[in-house]
């Protein structure tokens, strides 16, 4: 096994990674991608890639973070919705050994894959990400819609006429290249991280860098795409993600709160179902955690996977003090809907209290 930086995988090690890829049943989420762990790297200096050889040929890739202490992570942990080990049929690399060829004393996940079989026997806790299912084409997705739930499309496609009566045209752009129009969503989605009392993700320097590289990003299983819903020739709702020849990974949407009344980001859902569509994409994955607009706009769920693999030592110690008392209060929470409600206000009161 080598370890690398994602930069310096050489193009025949990247074209086995995605031969590899594309060998799997699992959804091709741009995140597996070898475009991806290139661009953390670039923003991320603790970013590596383990190479795993059978003779002279590459068997398998684990792209993870060191952190100072020797403690490991899935590459992107926080912003990757899709994590785990790319590796050839039949390679299963001992964990333990894994680790400590990569000098790490744990691998923590949070996002993990279904059908990681090396990482899902140690995962603390199973997950949902809601999926919107185009394959068929629009037209068979806006059937189901219509017969699953009528007042939902009805009263969304109502809105968006409403919206482009009071402003003007509306129009969408799927691709939007525009570099304006990517700094007003992200400004869009730090006034919601602060609104709701969250952190704001794009105010940590790696992440906002790490957007603005994938936004360049233009391969054909891992492309920055901003899409954009304009009215009056206005941006009132865009989304930034990722997406490969299949699957459209939904990553950060955000709306100009001007216009809630009209659900512009449930339209832009909507016309970003039907652009993806037409581009051959068969899955929107709008990644985990429960929202009321996933649960309007999806037509099924996949399972994704919380926890760490460690190995004995004062490693293992660190990682459970730095990440399992958090994350079992956060458990605790999520599984008592009226606590996570009470959570929820609170966390909007306190950023209230920040403003004022």
């Known amino acids: 096994m080598r370890v690398l930086r994602p930069g310096e995988l050489g193009e025949g090690e990247r074209k086995r990674w995605r031969e590899l890829r594309a060998a799997t049943d699992a959804p091709r989420s741009p995140f597996m991608e070898p475009e991806f762990a290139t661009a953390v790297g670039r923003v ?46 039949g390679a299963a690399p001992e964990t333990g050994e894994l680790l400590r060829a990569c000098s790490v004393s744990s691998f923590a996940f949070d996002n993990l894959e279904a059908g990681q079989g090396l990482f899902v026997p140690y995962a603390a806790e199973e997950h949902t990400t809601y999926v919107i299912d185009v394959e068929k084409g629009y037209g068979t997705y806006e059937s189901v819609l219509r017969t699953r739930s009528p007042k939902f499309l009805k009263s969304t496609l109502a809105k968006e006429r409403r919206l482009g009566r009071r402003t ?48 360049g990003t233009r391969a054909p299983q891992c492309t920055g795409t901003l899409s954009v819903l304009y009215a009056g020739g206005r941006p009132v709702a865009a989304h930034f993600g990722l997406r490969s020849a299949s699957v459209l990974a939904c990553w950060f949407p955000a709306y100009d709160t001007e216009f809630a009344k009209y659900s512009p980001g449930l339209v832009l859902h909507l016309r970003m179902a039907e652009a993806a569509a037409a581009e051959g994409i068969g899955m929107l994955d709008m990644g985990r955690g429960p929202a009321a607009y996933k649960d309007a706009l999806k037509t099924g769920e996949l399972a994704v996977y919380e926890g760490a693999v460690t190995r004995p030592g004062a490693g293992a110690v660190l990682h459970w003090l730095g990440r399992e008392p958090a994350r079992r209060a956060h458990g605790f929470v999520r599984a008592r809907p009226r606590l996570a409600a009470l959570a929820s206000r609170t966390l909007k009161g306190a950023a209230r209290l920040r403003r004022s």
Do not use: H, N
């Not at 992107?76 to 050839?88: F, M, R, T």
């Not at 105010?203 to 957007?211: D, K, M, N, S, Y």
């Open 168 to 215: 003007g045209p509306v129009r969408f752009v799927f691709d939007e290249r525009d570099p304006a129009a990517l700094r007003v969503l992200m400004e869009w989605k730090s006034a919601q991280y602060r609104r709701t009392g969250r952190r704001d993700r794009f105010a940590q320097e790696w992440i906002a860098r790490l957007v603005g590289r994938l936004a």
């Open 44 to 89: 991320r200096s603790q970013a590596r890639v383990a190479v795993l050889y059978e003779g002279a040929e590459p068997a398998g890739f684990l792209p993870y973070e060191r952190g100072v202490l020797g403690q490991g992570r899935a590459i992107g942990l926080g912003v990757s919705d899709c994590q785990g080990a790319v590796l050839a049929p």
